[in-house]
């Protein structure tokens, strides 16, 4: 089993987290299913669209060649996403953390690394 840097799993959980809450407002009439997060960082609820997005998502963080030095995703160098998850992940982002900010989840929205 791979080894995750506490850093690696804060950004996985977060994905996780985002991905949840936008799947459950935009594809609520889809059947969502558990989706397991790597390690002990839990079980998400969402849709298969939502689960290959959150797969990709998940692989490209644990491969991340700039681990020592990674300032947030929004400011990398890199950008290891394709255009499409690109712009996918800024419309999950914006959407969940204008909900989460609403529930005054802010403990989410000060780590809003995309
Ligand atoms: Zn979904």
Avoid: N
């Avoid at 799993?9 to 949840?20: P, S």
Wanted: glycine share 6%; charged share 35%; with cysteine.
């Amino acid at each position: 089993m791979e080894t995750l840097t506490k850093h690696q799993k804060k950004d996985i959980r977060l994905i996780g987290k985002f991905v949840e809450v936008y799947c459950a407002g935009k594809h609520a009439e889809v059947e969502r299913s558990p989706f397991q997060l790597p390690e002990d960082l839990g079980v998400r609820r969402i849709c298969p669209e939502c689960a290959a997005f959150m797969e990709y998502a998940v692989s490209k963080r644990i491969k991340c060649p700039l681990e020592e030095e990674k300032p947030s995703c929004k400011h990398c160098r890199i950008h290891c996403y394709g255009r499409r998850q690109r712009d996918k992940v800024r419309e999950i982002m914006a959407y969940s953390g204008r909900r989460l900010m609403l529930r005054g989840r802010l403990d989410y929205i000060w780590h809003f690394f995309f």
